[in-house]
Nanobody, 115 residues
Framework: QVQVVESGGGSVHPGESLRLSCVAS????????AAWYRQAPGKEREMVAD???????SYVDSVKGRFSLSRDRTGNTLYLQMNNLETEDTANYYC?????????WGQGIQVTVSS
């Protein structure tokens, strides 16, 4: 059983920054597909940023240039650096990893951006 704990969410003003962390009990982010998703009230869950095994990253257009996805060397921790936050970024954020072919999800963490 893989345990995953997210942290770093909260309430901020537009233009401020947050860094989300996702710590897993196994190396589920190393050399595998990993991603951050988000879901706003009344909307479908969308992939915000993802990383393939090689380490190459991609982002949804709305966060390009503002968000940055990374992982630590052990593959146990996934990060999402979020800069210049906008009210439209308000959502529950979920990390996702793969462990022996099984998709592992974080519990979700709230990010609220408001003036």
């Amino acid at each position: 059983q893989v345990q995953v704990v997210e942290s770093g969410g909260g309430s901020v003003h537009p233009g401020e920054s947050l860094r989300l962390s996702c710590v897993a009990s196994k190396s589920i982010f190393f050399n595998k597909h990993a991603a951050w998703y988000r879901q706003a009230p009344g909307k479908e869950r969308e992939m915000v940023a993802d990383m393939i095994a090689s380490g190459s990253t991609s982002y949804v257009d709305s966060v390009k240039g503002r968000f940055s996805l990374s992982r630590d060397r052990t593959g146990n921790t996934l990060y999402l650096q979020m800069n210049n936050l906008e009210t439209e970024d308000t959502a529950n954020y979920y990390c996702m990893g793969i462990y022996y072919g099984q998709t592992i999800w974080g519990q979700g963490i709230q990010v609220t951006v408001s003036s």
